[in-house]
């Protein structure tokens, strides 16, 4: 249950810096992939090209039509912190974040930031290269005159985000990590990554085929897949026939 509308926390838990510096290179994809497939932000794309970011969840919940609780958790936010945004009926169509916004969260050495609306300024934002991910641009403004909460658990597109949380993100997208599986999942994506760089991606490089190489050819002719050695408009029964016929049989 939330607390009383207006409630802006100023502290959350913090993930062992060991644990961050871990997602330090691991892709959005691996993690993503080490949780089971799960904790993926819908949606979100990064504004600032080639960008990507690791940091402490850090989490906005505004009322539609205003991002003034936006504006307060950057009061709070600091270094290493990934601001999470969202309004209280999901995603909008306004723009919640600008070139200045990203001007005050690259100034207060924040990792990056998500938000479940749009952007605007963008040749700023740009320009500045503040880790941004959006889920697109438009030039409408956003209201200031109502607030909502700081650091509490939100859900921002479709994933369940709670302060203290780890979020990574890169040019794929963005994934969330629940702040007590963090060092388990770190392991497991870099696990993943060692297997793929020394062992698949070499065999890939040599001309063996995905197919083989993950051993997906046991899957396909499990649910009903089969090869047929012949062209989709002469079954393989007429080529046979055929052949019968031209060689007078």
């Known amino acids: ?16 810096d060991d644990v961050l510096r871990a997602y330090g290179g691991l892709a959005v994809a691996s993690v993503h992939e080490a949780m089971g497939q799960r904790n993926l932000l819908r949606g979100p794309r990064p504004l600032a090209p080639g960008t990507r970011a690791v940091g402490r969840a850090v989490t906005a919940l505004d009322l539609s039509g205003s991002n003034l609780t936006l504006h307060a958790m950057l009061e709070v936010a600091g270094p290493g912190d990934f601001l999470v945004w969202t309004s209280q009926h999901g995603p909008v169509d306004s723009a919640v974040w600008g070139a200045n916004v990203s001007e005050s ?14 952007a605007r300024d963008i040749a700023g934002i740009e320009r500045i290269g503040f880790p941004l991910w959006a889920l697109g641009v438009t030039p409408a403004a956003t209201g200031k005159t109502r607030v909502g909460w700081g650091n509490v658990p939100v859900v921002c597109c ?7 949380d780890v979020i990574v993100a890169d040019a794929d997208g963005v994934a969330v990590v629940p702040l007590e599986d963090a060092a388990r999942v770190a392991e497991g994506a870099a696990s993943r990554d060692l297997r793929e760089t020394t062992t698949l991606t070499p065999r890939v490089r040599a001309g063996e085929s995905l197919f083989a190489v993950r051993d997906w050819s046991g899957n396909f002719p499990a649910d009903g897949g089969r090869f047929v050695d012949a062209a989709w408009d002469r079954p393989a029964s007429r080529e046979a026939g ?4 031209e060689n007078g049989g």
Do not use: F, K, S, W
């Open 158 to 164: 479709g994933a369940y985000v709670r302060p203290g």
């Open 1 to 16: 249950m939330l607390p009383p509308r207006g409630t802006v926390h100023t502290r959350a838990p913090r993930p062992r």
């Open 242 to 245: 055929a052949a019968d016929t």
């Open 105 to 118: 969260a690259a100034a207060r050495g924040l990792a990056g930031a998500v938000i479940e609306g749009h």
